[in-house]
């Protein structure tokens, strides 16, 4: 059976889940939010942290061992732990739209927000420049206006984010399950370890597209002088140091789960971010992924939960290939493209 992407190749293909994003660049900012929206009444959650230097917020929670069931949104930001207060602004909008655990009468709720950080401090100049409870709120605003556009680059928590020297971002991708149903995946690319194969300059995530998927790219290894401007490397010595990186995602999809079968989710989404990135759970990056399932289809028999854990772990890779490849060159940071993929010269000769 011919393996094929949901109709946007985005997590947008899970009904009911909405991204929304905020960011700031220029004056010295480069950062921003995103803002993952589970489908009207939650979902169940799970979590799988792997990475030396975490930044998050309401993992402990979604342990199996624990009694809440159903998550409202996932928050992912730049600003590496002073990001995290955008989750309380999420919180705080979800809380007035009455959406949250109940807690007393109609209208008293307890929104349930995990979320988690990437580091970008310094990446627009200004240490200061970090995301607020405020970034939180117009990234919810913006996941409840449904907008189409763009579902992979430099936007939100992506916005500052860089992957082994080369500007990184967010990806999105994903994938129709045989038996009917789908999972997803987005990521916020931004690790220590590398998305290329330095010696052919291949993405690493291409060798798992799907079908055409990533087709027509015709990469080369980087310029072999080490002085040119736009060759990449590995982060220099002064990025050698715990919280410097992180790569984050989510996992949805519309089949029902129990949470120990949402945390074996997420798990298997580290296989995937394994194939994307090289080194990858290294000390200096707090590679954290989460899952989500909004429980539309029945829960999968054995063999359709093999058939999910594994399209989970291919999203995961494919959606770390289209945030690199849709990132823009900002700053010090060159983009996949125009290293690897440069567009052809005109012949000077005319």
């Not at 009694?67 to 928050?75: K, N, P």
């Amino acid at each position: 059976m011919t393996l094929t992407s949901g109709p946007t190749n985005s997590i947008g293909d899970v009904r009911g889940v909405r991204v929304g994003h905020h960011q700031r660049v220029g004056d010295g900012w480069l950062t921003g939010t995103t803002c993952v929206l589970a489908p009207p009444g939650g979902a169940t959650g799970g979590v799988d942290v792997r990475g030396g230097a975490p930044g998050t917020r309401e993992t402990d929670l979604l342990d199996p061992r624990n009694v809440i069931e159903r998550v409202h949104a996932v928050v992912f930001s730049g600003g590496s732990a002073f990001g995290l207060a955008a989750a309380t602004g999420v919180m705080d909008a979800l809380a007035e739209d009455g959406v949250g655990f109940r807690i007393g009468e109609p209208g008293q709720v307890v929104p349930i927000v995990p979320a988690a950080v990437v580091f970008d401090l310094l990446r627009g100049g200004d240490y200061r420049a970090r995301p607020d409870a405020g970034f939180g709120r117009a990234a919810y605003a913006d996941a409840l206006a449904d907008r189409d556009g763009p579902t992979s680059g430099g936007m939100g928590a992506g916005t500052g984010a860089r992957v082994g020297g080369l500007k990184g971002g967010i990806g999105s991708a994903s994938q129709l399950l045989p038996g009917g149903g789908v999972v997803a995946a987005l990521v916020v690319a931004n690790a220590f370890g590398s998305a290329v194969d330095q010696a052919t300059g291949e993405l690493y995530a291409a060798r798992f597209g799907l079908p055409g998927e990533f087709d027509g790219l015709r990469p080369h290894p980087a310029p072999s002088d080490p002085g040119s401007d736009d060759a990449p490397g590995w982060p220099v010595a002064d990025d050698v140091r715990p919280g410097r990186a992180t790569t984050l995602a989510v996992i949805a999809t519309d089949v029902t789960l129990t949470k120990a079968q949402c945390q074996k989710l997420a798990g298997i989404g580290h296989d995937g971010l394994a194939r994307a990135v090289r080194p990858v759970h290294t000390m200096l990056d707090g590679d954290s992924i989460f899952a989500l399932a909004s429980g539309e289809r029945a829960a999968p028999d054995a063999s359709a939960l093999h058939q999910l854990l594994e399209g989970a772990a291919d999203c995961v890779t494919r959606a770390v290939g289209h945030a690199v490849l849709a990132a823009d060159t900002v700053a010090d940071m060159p983009s996949y493209r125009d290293v690897h993929c440069p567009a052809p010269q005109e012949d000077a000769r005319g």
